[in-house]
């Protein structure tokens, strides 16, 4: 067997991990994309047009503040500087995955894992151990990235025939998938458990004391404060 034949395995076993990781969340997508296709009608955009909009930019947060920007009828530069904020969280997430790539890595590797770096995408990527390989990334994309926009397509194709608040309460299996990726390591890890109760507490205190600041702004500086709290009090050393 040649060196690139064992790197071809290799690469098919993490696609394969990666497609049957992004199932769940590919389902869970479908269903809170379902919700944002309501709010992209009530904008007057058709099925098509959010397709596309949740393909190229697969984030709830921004999309919903993107799609209220537009049934305000208001300026590119609102909706540009809204989305900016509300996505900025995503630049952390990209640079601590960037940290797990091997040198060897190839550049465009890098942009095409880049391009859809979601928060549950991040949680069971950044849980792997060892380097990062791009087509376990590529796996999950490609379950997600379609059940995201398919889901905004019917979503506005059903508009209001179904209750909003019905449609928002299936929402709630994204929280198991979210627990799933972080109790094994709390388990395993005082520190990780410390840490993710205060995050826990913190967000919680923080979304009553700091309303008036978007929420991807405030996942952003907890973030920072709790991560470099604890690398410093409890800093992880590199083993030889």
């Given at each position: ?17 990666g ?25 007057g ?92 990334n ?14 905004t ?25 979210f ?26 205190i ?8 978007s ?7 907890l973030?920072?404060l709790?991560a ?13």
């Amino acid at each position: 067997m040649t060196k690139s034949d064992e790197k071809l395995i290799t690469n098919k076993q993490a696609l394969s991990e990666g497609l049957r990781d992004g199932i769940p969340i590919g389902l869970g997508y479908f269903v809170v994309a379902f919700t944002l296709g309501i709010a992209a009608k009530n904008a007057g955009l058709t099925p098509f047009q959010g397709f596309l909009t949740s393909f190229l930019n697969n984030a709830s947060a921004g999309e919903y503040a993107a799609f209220t920007v537009i049934a305000a009828d208001a300026s590119y530069l609102e909706m540009v500087l809204i989305t900016l904020v509300a996505n900025a969280r995503y630049m952390l997430m990209s640079t601590v995955l960037s940290q797990k790539f091997s040198r060897e890595t190839p550049f465009y590797h890098r942009i095409l894992v880049g391009f859809d770096v979601t928060d549950e995408i991040f949680g069971i990527t950044v849980s792997r151990n060892g380097f990062l390989n791009p087509f376990y990334n590529y796996g999950a994309m490609l379950v997600a990235l379609p059940g995201w926009s398919i889901g905004t397509a019917l979503g506005i194709m059903a508009g209001n025939i179904l209750p909003t608040s019905a449609v928002s309460a299936l929402s709630v299996a994204l929280y198991g998938m979210f627990l799933a990726v972080i109790i094994p390591p709390a388990k395993s890890d005082r520190t990780i458990a410390l840490t993710v109760a205060v995050s826990f507490i913190l967000s919680f205190i923080a979304s009553y004391m700091f309303d008036n600041i978007s929420a991807g702004t405030r996942t952003i500086i907890l973030t920072i404060l709790i991560a470099g709290l604890a690398s410093i009090v409890c800093p992880v050393h590199d083993k030889k």
